[in-house]
């Protein structure tokens, strides 16, 4: 009988790179919807149950900044050297047991410390050390692999409406519980099903069978494939214009993670409505993060970082002037077009342009000033609104941050090699 052949592989077939993409993007989609997404969700319900003020609610995010500024650089050196099995491990325990002790918290200091323990395990367990497990993986299709395995932020925003439909429905201390018993349960099943590197499978990036290509021309040994040492990027122009245009273009989006729920429903909007702009924004951003994918393998990362950025702002702009409904759908979809394609192009660039031994460790170094420059931005944010009744001065403020991003990460070229390897 005969047969056609269309492209179909088995699921022993496939890449596990692929596998590992997938999991990726499952896995902060659980993660990101209640700690990000999910944020501005329980500060409402906090507000109206303890009537505390948006300043005092934004301390923990503000704080947190701070943490991840002194832990970054540990979790990437930890990464590097326990790999990333071990670091989702350790930081989804810390993260699940964080929801729970929430989920008991009758006082400020409960709160802030609780907070304090979240975002640790999220940092140790969740964006670093699964990013770059993926970078070991994958070098031709680097942007495209970060960019799919991220559409689980977005598929995080998606799941917003639901969250804010639970928690009218059974309160934020059931979700917040049984969030963390939900992740507890699934750390071990994930933490197994991560692999750190092809090269201790016997396989290499990209699934290639052989070293002969022009993309392992700099590449001396698995171990060794023309990377530079922490020292060495940091002493580069790329590495500071890379971290700052990450920054300034990241100020808008912790600030509006915290804030945007409380905007919504200033101008009349229940939770539920307003968890449907954090969806719009979540699914405008899946489309634009999977064209970044793709374009970012192909095309020049600095001018394309630079145009998503800006679209970004612009977004920011908008958000400045809300008072309809029609303009929160507006600032949805710009927000969610340039905050969708840049996060893979910006992390992908690091890994061009930086290799891949030391990936996570200069990842990680790399948030010290980004996040310095988010520490105050939440509290400001919260202090303005409580000065002013508005958030225009505090949104405008982060479309001018966006904007010089964008003409910051203009001159990141990328780096010689140090002599060792030429």
Known sequence: MKTFNLGWKPPTQIFYGWWLVGLTLLTLTAV?????????FFFVALERQFGWSRAILSVPFSLSRIE???????????????????MILIGFAILGAGFVAFSFVQGVIG????????????????????????????????????????????LGALLAPLLGRAMDLYGWRSIALGLGVGVLVVTVPIALLVRNRPEEYGQRPDG????????????????????????????????????????FSAIASVTMAVHIIPAMTDIGMSLAQAGTVVLTYGAAGAISQ????????????????????????????????????????????LYGVGLGARIPLLTAIRGDYFGRKNFATILGVSQVPMNLAMVGAPIAAGYFFD???SYTIPFLGLAMFNFLGAALILIARKPVLPERYQ
């Open 208 to 247: 290639d069978t052989s070293p002969d290509t022009e993309d392992y021309a700099q590449e001396d040994s698995p171990e060794d494939d023309g990377s530079f040492t922490v020292g060495e990027a940091v002493r580069t122009m790329a590495f500071w214009a890379i971290a700052a245009a990450h920054g």
């Open 68 to 86: 991840g500024a002194l832990l970054g650089p540990l979790e990437g050196y930890l990464t590097d050297r326990l790999g990333s099995r071990r």
């Open 111 to 154: 709160y802030y410390i609780t907070f304090l323990f979240i975002f640790a395990g999220a940092g140790f367990g969740g964006f670093i050390p699964l990013i770059s497990a993926i970078n070991h993986w994958f070098r031709r299709h680097r942007t495209k692999a970060m960019a799919i395995g991220l559409i689980g932020i977005n």
């Open 387 to 389: 000065t002013l009744g």
């Open 32 to 40: 990101i919807t209640p700690i990000f997404q999910g944020l501005g």
């Open 290 to 333: 999977l064209a970044s994918g793709f374009l970012g393998d192909r095309l020049p990362k600095p001018p394309l970082i630079a145009v998503f950025v800006a679209i970004q702002g612009m977004g920011m702009l908008v958000a400045a002037t809300i008072q309809t409904a029609s303009g929160a759908y507006l600032f949805a979809v």
